[in-house]
């Protein structure tokens, strides 16, 4: 069975920083781009960052851009997404992604794979 499973939410106040993690199992993502997405109450699901393959190409959200850092380690089959300086509008279920293809997009229609999320909450 294939699962992504997500790590590392929590609450954590404006300001503060959090390292979410995403371990993949029963098959490898090594050669698929991987991303983070987010969706808040009441709002549509949101890209936040993505990575190639190698690693090389790395892409954010405006909105995160300079705050959060998407790294990978495909030797562990696993994602990581560092959120620094974190707003309360960071506040969401954070979700990661495996894309069909090997590099980074910001396209929700080419991930087919996600795991069930982890909540961040940013007290203000």
């Known amino acids: 069975q294939v699962e992504l499973v997500e790590s590392g939410g929590g609450l954590v106040q404006a300001g503060g920083s959090l390292r979410l993690s995403c371990a993949a199992s029963g098959r490898t993502f090594s050669r698929n781009a991987m991303g983070w997405f987010r969706q808040a109450p009441g709002k549509e699901r949101e890209f936040v960052a993505s990575i190639s393959w190698s690693g090389d190409n790395r892409y954010y959200a405006d909105s995160v851009k300079g705050r959060f850092t998407i790294s990978r380690d495909n030797a562990k089959n696993t994602v990581y997404l560092q959120m620094n300086s974190v707003k309360p509008e960071d506040t969401a279920v954070y979700y990661c992604?495996?894309?069909?293809?090997?590099?980074?997009?910001?396209?929700?229609?080419?991930?087919?794979?996600w795991g069930q999320g982890t909540q961040v909450t940013v007290s203000s």
């Open positions: 992604e495996a894309a069909l293809g090997a590099l980074a997009t910001s396209v929700g229609e080419d991930y087919f794979y």
